[in-house]
């Protein structure tokens, strides 16, 4: 894949892949327009960190569709990155790079979301960092999904998902009051009977709700629905029976589209459906956001002499602890080959990985505490961890965008 | 091999360990609801794993709390509590396979003698035997950034907000002052004691599947805040009976006695205890029982004399001593002589070979409790003189 360069593509392009390599950049048409109008309304800096800034901080404004897209088309390189080493890594699943290459833009939404730009922090190495965990934990719940039935499922979800779901579907605030609460009674009752999956008998381990649990379960909606608001008519078994099955068929198309179904317009293929006026009057001038950049750079400086710091206590690991950040940041070693490399266990190479970053993290923390003359506040600490994280992938990143410092 | 493809070496993956989760099933059997045998039993695989990893590798005076209380709390309430030093980690597991969301009951939160300092999200998943601790934060974390859920009693932040390296934690909770983790606690109830004995005959029972949102909770978390109430209401769910009721003192003096409660002669064979409450015994008007009390596999003999002093009081002694043919108590253990509002008047302890005698005066309907520790169990009796 070769990187992009103009301002106008970084915005406004989408990476094709056929099934495992990289083909293209695409143009879409909308966003190129969109693109070439605030180039020339807002005056042609080639700055792509005040370009992506300037999205960004729309997107914060408004959250609307148009600056996410923009903002996905923007971190089409990351997306690739992390869909290609997961795809590496697993290259036996029956997903495509293509496949993960969807998954990854799909997610961008909650990369933004979980962004803060007042760290200073390069939106691209965040989207890196947060894109890898999110991919592995998608796959990790479609593994476990494929093989729940409904039942199984619906006790497998989290309250805020199987609100989400019902969201979704456009249920309204009373009915999902009302179903929200019958899946708790659902939960209350129904159990897995075997301490551990038995994959014998086909990977069930909960009989089936039988009429009688159903009725349990009934009972205990109709007797406590009360107590917690809840309005409507009692529920008979029946009524709970199907209404339940519907909410587990809900969840799973919710959380776990077939990948070729994936919303398309999060991944930016489908904007015609945009309107074609795009300009918002409400938008910020790019001159604001550049203003804040500069803040940002004050920021840049503190950041040079915390790589400084970083580099030092790096520099002090033991050699065994320095080719295992190698390794695992730079060559993408998975867990089992790192093992194998250090002919140890799995086990072993995760806590030697993570003692050496906690002698890193704690060079940071003590720097940090030299420059505030106090310790780091919880919230700070918590930022500074993420600093670690993205310091590491930076730092080790060998591909043309994540140039070594 | 028990890690999944997925795990990461900087994912904080900890391998459930073969015999103790065989035992943890088998133990969570002993709950009386459904939804509380599978809740003790994620609860004990999450505490026992994270426990001996945290010991293992990061604090090695880590330890539980609240111990006396499991597992029958997990008929009620999910979650365990670890103790460092002066700091708690509340350890929160799901079995969700999203894990969108850290949930935490609000027992955790608002109770004072249950709050903790940092929230540990555990995600467990039984059938690969293994947890992983997705991230913490902070108790003024949860409450600022979090928000409540009142439909369930649960404050709730997104999983994306947590502090994920865990390394975080090790490196900075000696640092910070109650004040920087915490903040305000939501005011609990006042509970006279019979407004508790009536909870507690309401909601002690196994049919009462959701005890925890079925009253008011500042009522609910002021009857938890009290060890001895929490334990009865959990001990009457258990044994489908009403806990014990306290022995009535008075009326040993007049030759009747409660089940369980021993002519010392019968329970004391070997000659020096025979003969030191043969003495004791001997004084007029005393009268001396004992009760067997069975921890983990040990037991030992709670004896009370009583002695009537005029019309008003009564001059009590207890003793705590290993029972016939064992000559030690089953562990260290430790005796305290509580009020009814569970403040302690009294208190001792001895190691495995010693016993522990305390002396007090008592009025007539006066009421009292002895809680006696030992191996991490706690019993507790109940008295009025």
Redesign the interface.
């Known amino acids: 894949m070769r990187p992009r360069e103009q301002i106008l593509d970084l915005f406004s392009t989408f990476g094709q892949v056929e099934v495992d390599h990289f083909c293209q950049w695409i143009s879409d048409p909308k966003l190129r327009r969109s693109m070439q109008r605030c180039l020339l309304e807002q005056g042609a800096t080639d700055s792509e960190k005040v370009w992506s800034l300037y999205w960004y901080k729309n997107w914060q404004n408004q959250n609307q569709g148009l600056a996410a897209l923009h903002l996905t088309a923007y971190l089409q390189e990351p997306c690739y990155w992390v869909a290609q080493k997961i795809w590496r890594?697993?290259n036996k699943t029956e997903y495509t790079l293509a496949d993960y290459l969807q998954i990854a833009s799909a997610e961008v939404p909650?990369v933004l979301?979980?962004f803060n730009v007042d760290r200073g922090n390069n939106l691209k190495s965040f989207a890196t960092l947060?894109l890898?965990?999110v991919l592995?934990?998608n796959?990790?719940?479609r593994q476990?999904?494929d093989i729940?039935s409904e039942w199984a499922l619906l006790r497998?979800?989290?309250?805020?998902?199987v609100v989400e779901a019902m969201q979704q579907v456009g249920l309204t605030p009373p009915e999902i009051?009302e179903l929200?609460?019958a899946w708790?009674c659902f939960?209350?009752?129904y159990?897995?009977n075997q301490?551990?999956?038995n994959q014998t008998s086909g990977g069930e381990r909960s009989a089936q709700p039988g009429a009688q649990l159903w009725v349990a379960i009934t009972e205990?909606y109709n007797n406590?629905r009360h107590?917690?608001a809840i309005g409507g008519l009692d529920w008979t078994a029946d009524q709970m029976t199907t209404r339940l099955a519907k909410l587990a068929r809900w969840i799973r198309a919710y959380?776990y589209p077939a990948i070729d179904s994936l919303n398309q317009a999060k991944s930016g293929q489908d904007t015609s459906e945009l309107q074609d006026d795009l300009t918002d009057p409400t938008a910020l001038s790019l001159l604001d956001v550049a203003i804040q950049q500069e803040e940002t750079d004050q920021r840049l400086i503190q950041r040079s002499h915390l790589q400084t710091v970083l580099q030092q206590a790096l520099e002090q690991l033991d050699a065994s602890s320095q080719e295992l950040l190698i390794l695992?940041y730079q060559q993408g070693l998975?867990?089992?080959a790192?093992a194998a490399h250090f002919r140890t266990s799995?086990?072993t190479?995760?806590?030697r990985?993570?003692k050496a970053?906690?002698c890193l993290?704690?060079a940071l923390?003590q720097w940090s505490q030299e420059q505030l003359n106090k310790?780091?506040?919880?919230?700070e600490?918590?930022d500074?961890?993420l600093m670690?994280?993205e310091w590491l992938i930076v730092q080790y990143a060998n591909t043309p965008a994540h140039p070594r410092p | 091999m028990a890690f999944t493809p997925y795990t990461e070496p900087t994912d904080w993956h900890l391998e459930i360990d073969p015999a103790m989760q065989a035992l943890a099933w088998q133990q969570s059997r002993s709950l009386p609801t459904l939804w509380g045998q599978w809740n003790a039993y994620l609860n004990q695989l999450c505490l026992e794993t994270c426990l001996q990893e945290l010991r293992h590798d990061y604090l090695p005076d880590a330890h539980s709390e609240m111990r006396g209380d499991l597992p029958q709390l997990w008929d009620g309430v999910n979650g365990s509590l670890i103790g460092v030093d002066n700091v708690r980690l509340a350890l929160i597991p799901t079995d969700a396979i999203d894990h969108s969301e850290l949930v935490v009951p609000q027992e955790w939160v608002d109770i004072p003698s249950w709050v903790a300092d940092y929230y540990l999200a555990v995600q467990v998943d039984s059938d690969q035997a293994v947890i992983r601790i997705a991230g913490y934060v902070t108790h003024r974390q949860l409450k600022e950034r979090g928000y409540y859920d009142s439909s369930d009693r649960t404050y709730c932040l997104e999983t994306d907000r947590l502090t994920t390296d865990l390394n975080a934690l090790w490196l900075s909770y000696a640092h910070y002052t109650a004040d920087q983790v915490k903040t305000v606690l939501m005011p609990l109830a006042t509970l006279s004691t019979p407004q508790a004995d009536q909870l507690i005959q309401r909601l002690g029972t196994a049919n009462e599947l959701m005890p925890r949102l079925e009253v008011p909770f500042s009522m609910w978390g002021a009857l938890l805040d009290n060890p001895a109430w929490r334990r009865r209401l959990f001990q009457q769910r258990q044994t489908g009976n009403p806990a014990p009721l306290a022995t009535r003192l008075s009326n040993w003096l007049q030759g009747q006695f409660e089940a369980g409660w021993q002519s010392a002669t019968d329970w004391f064979a070997s000659p020096p205890v025979a003969a030191a409450m043969r003495s004791a015994a001997s004084q007029e008007n005393q009268v001396c029982r004992v009760k067997h009390l069975r921890f983990g596999e040990g037991q030992l003999g709670l004896m009370i004399s009583l002695a009537a002093i005029g019309d008003t009081e009564v001059r009590i002694e207890l003793q705590v001593r290993p029972t016939e043919g064992t000559g030690s108590l089953p562990g260290a253990t430790e005796v305290k002589l509580l009020t009814v509002e569970n403040r302690v008047i009294g208190q001792a302890s001895a190691t495995i070979t010693e016993t522990i005698q305390l002396q007090f005066r008592a009025n007539y309907q006066e009421r009292f409790l002895i809680e006696i520790t030992c191996n991490q169990e706690t019993i507790t009796e109940r008295f009025t003189v």
């Open positions: 890594q697993f909650r979301k979980g947060l890898t965990n592995k934990d796959l990790r719940q476990s999904a729940c497998k979800v989290s309250k805020k998902r009051e929200r609460f708790v939960g209350t009752l159990v897995p301490p551990v999956l205990l406590k107590g917690q959380l695992f998975s867990q089992q790192l799995q086990p190479v995760s806590r990985l993570k970053e906690e993290l704690s923390i310790f780091s506040t919880p919230d600490l918590t500074i961890t670690l994280k």
